[in-house]
């Protein structure tokens, strides 16, 4: 049986700096990985997700990823606090999850979802 392990998406950034700042500083992931110089990769971690940071200016701003988290009205509070542009609100899908959808500086798109406990319509 094949088991799959680790995911990390490739996120295109124009400045890695700004991103850093954007995903430790206000996601709250850490960086366990570097490499360039000047710097122009990084391996961020939180908790079971992981992503890549490249610096690519010509994709910067085409990635989108969808992260499982707990707790969403939460995290999406922290988010509104710190000015995250939201391209969605909290809403409930038919699928049986409820998501926000945000961008990133440069306009990389993220859906963070939570189970809504319903059963899902797939």
């Not at 890695?16 to 990985?33: D, M, N, W």
């Not at 360039?36 to 961020?44: D, E, N």
């Not at 391209?87 to 926000?100: A, E, F």
Request: proline share 7%.
């Amino acid at each position: 049986m094949v088991v799959f392990g680790r995911v990390a998406p490739s996120i295109y950034v124009c400045d890695i700096a700004r991103s850093l700042e954007f995903y430790c500083s206000i996601l709250g992931f850490s960086v366990v990985f570097t490499n360039g110089s000047p710097l122009s990769f990084a391996v961020l971690r939180q908790d079971f997700a992981f992503i890549h940071l490249c610096v690519r200016p010509e994709p910067a701003g085409s990635c989108h990823a969808h992260f499982m988290l707990s707790d969403l009205d939460s995290f999406y509070y922290k988010l509104i606090s710190s000015g995250v542009i939201v391209r969605q609100p909290p809403k409930v899908q038919s699928w049986g999850l409820r998501d926000i959808v945000v961008a990133d500086p440069d306009g990389n798109t993220f859906e963070f979802a939570e189970p809504t406990g319903e059963p899902t319509t797939l």
